[in-house]
């Protein structure tokens, strides 16, 4: 989960900060943690945890290249932003007698493409991006990202999109039908023209509101994250989540390692202390999303457990967004320019 960063300093209050015997630096997403957990990791390890956040990949890898890295022990990036940081050599190693929770993890998520063994990071939460729909303003068919890219005249103007180009672009690219990281002129038109043409019908770009003005009421549908629109039905909205026939995104949100972590040895507790079962299903009851750890279940709440945006039809096709070759997305990067003007 746009501005480019919403620098929110959380320097969390924690028992026994005063004399801890060492400190923890987080760069977190948004409303990504619940506070109670954060409390219970300093209590435990007597260590001052203080935390930063952000709310796009890109504000992320963009802080880091500006200085920040070696500011923060550990951050939270997405599937395809793990590679990338790792390409740009901001990431530290562990081995396995540093994490000894490793085997907690569940083996689909242990042998990832973005990291290869779990060298570098370790799953945090995973779930979808598609969008969701003010049943109340819009009671026709729920079932295609055109309701999104060409929308009905009910949904004119009401709609608000994720402000961060992965996301934006894989679901426009879904739609259009064209590959993820196409270098082809023609189709990188096409899909420029897409865009353009559905951001007259588009009220707002927003990350860290898309939640917030689906509850309101201020837009009919947006673009959201499956813990975001569970969290808006839970709040009173009356929202539905679509998975489009044309497919979603799904998504893998990581902790790692970072490059010259200040406090190396609390990062590591940290990371371990969040594949312990109870512990991630903790983040998933508050989040509302799915852990990628063993023996969650028995600590899940039945409604997070039940939640209709974790669990998709069995036909719905789900992606990830790719990390593109840097020539690549240098067009990408103008298409999403332009776009944001």
Same mark, same amino acid.
């Given at each position: 989960?746009?501005?480019?960063?919403?620098?929110?300093?959380?320097?969390?209050?924690? @028992?026994? @900060?005063?004399?801890?015997?060492?400190?923890?630096?987080?760069?977190?997403?948004?409303?990504?943690?619940?506070?109670?957990?954060?409390?219970?990791?300093?209590?435990?390890?007597?260590?001052?945890?203080?935390?930063?956040?952000?709310?796009?990949?890109?504000?992320?890898?963009?802080?880091?290249?500006?200085?920040?890295?070696?500011?923060?022990?550990?951050?939270?990036?997405?599937?395809?932003?793990?590679?990338?940081?790792?390409?740009?050599?901001?990431?530290?190693?562990?081995?396995?007698?540093?994490?000894?929770?490793?085997?907690?993890?569940?083996?689909?998520?242990?042998?990832?493409?973005?990291?290869?063994?779990?060298?570098?990071?370790?799953?945090?939460?995973?779930?979808?991006?598609?969008?969701?729909?003010?049943?109340?303003?819009?009671?026709?068919?729920?079932?295609?990202?055109?309701?999104?890219?060409?929308?009905?005249?009910?949904? @004119?103007?009401?709609?608000?999109?994720?402000?961060?180009?992965?996301?934006?672009?894989?679901?426009? /690219?879904?739609?259009?039908?064209?590959?993820?990281?196409?270098?082809?002129?023609?189709?990188?038109?096409?899909?420029?023209?897409?865009?353009?043409?559905?951001?007259?019908?588009?009220? /707002?770009?927003? /990350?860290?509101?898309?939640?917030?003005?689906?509850?309101?009421?201020?837009?009919?549908?947006?673009?959201?994250?499956?813990?975001? /629109?569970?969290?808006?039905?839970?709040?009173?909205?009356?929202?539905?989540?679509?998975?489009?026939?044309?497919?979603?995104?799904?998504?893998?949100? %990581?902790?790692?390692?970072?490059?010259?972590?200040?406090?190396?040895?609390?990062?590591?507790?940290?990371?371990?202390?969040?594949?312990?079962?109870?512990?991630?299903?903790?983040?998933?009851?508050?989040?509302?999303?799915?852990?990628?750890?063993?023996?969650?279940?028995?600590?899940?709440?039945?409604?997070?457990? %039940?939640?209709?945006?974790?669990?998709?039809?069995?036909?719905?096709?789900?992606?990830?967004?790719?990390?593109?070759?840097?020539?690549?997305?240098?067009?990408?990067? @103008?298409?999403?320019?332009?776009?944001?003007?």
């Amino acid at each position: 989960m746009k501005t480019f960063l919403t620098s929110t300093a959380l320097a969390l209050a924690l @028992a026994g @900060a005063a004399s801890a015997e060492g400190k923890l630096t987080i760069y977190h997403w948004f409303e990504y943690i619940p506070q109670e957990l954060l409390d219970k990791f300093a209590a435990e390890y007597d260590v001052e945890v203080t935390m930063d956040t952000f709310d796009s990949n890109e504000a992320l890898l963009a802080a880091l290249k500006a200085g920040k890295l070696g500011s923060y022990d550990v951050a939270v990036p997405g599937d395809y932003m793990v590679q990338i940081m790792a390409d740009e050599g901001m990431l530290d190693t562990f081995t396995p007698e540093e994490m000894p929770n490793l085997g907690n993890i569940q083996d689909q998520w242990m042998d990832v493409a973005f990291d290869p063994g779990r060298k570098s990071s370790i799953p945090y939460q995973w779930g979808s991006t598609s969008f969701s729909v003010n049943t109340e303003m819009y009671d026709g068919p729920l079932d295609s990202l055109g309701l999104i890219f060409d929308p009905p005249a009910e949904l @004119a103007g009401k709609i608000n999109v994720l402000d961060t180009a992965g996301e934006t672009l894989t679901l426009a /690219s879904l739609y259009a039908g064209i590959p993820q990281c196409s270098a082809d002129r023609d189709q990188l038109k096409a899909l420029n023209a897409l865009v353009q043409g559905a951001k007259d019908s588009w009220a /707002s770009f927003g /990350s860290d509101v898309a939640k917030d003005v689906l509850v309101s009421g201020d837009a009919a549908a947006g673009m959201i994250w499956s813990g975001f /629109s569970a969290k808006a039905r839970a709040e009173g909205a009356p929202v539905e989540y679509v998975f489009p026939k044309e497919g979603m995104i799904v998504w893998m949100d %990581n902790v790692v390692l970072l490059k010259d972590a200040p406090n190396r040895e609390n990062a590591l507790k940290f990371m371990n202390f969040l594949l312990e079962p109870e512990n991630a299903a903790a983040v998933t009851n508050y989040a509302q999303y799915t852990a990628g750890v063993k023996g969650v279940e028995e600590f899940l709440a039945p409604e997070v457990a %039940n939640s209709p945006e974790s669990n998709p039809p069995a036909d719905v096709t789900g992606v990830f967004v790719q990390a593109c070759p840097e020539e690549v997305q240098v067009m990408y990067d @103008a298409i999403w320019t332009e776009l944001k003007k």
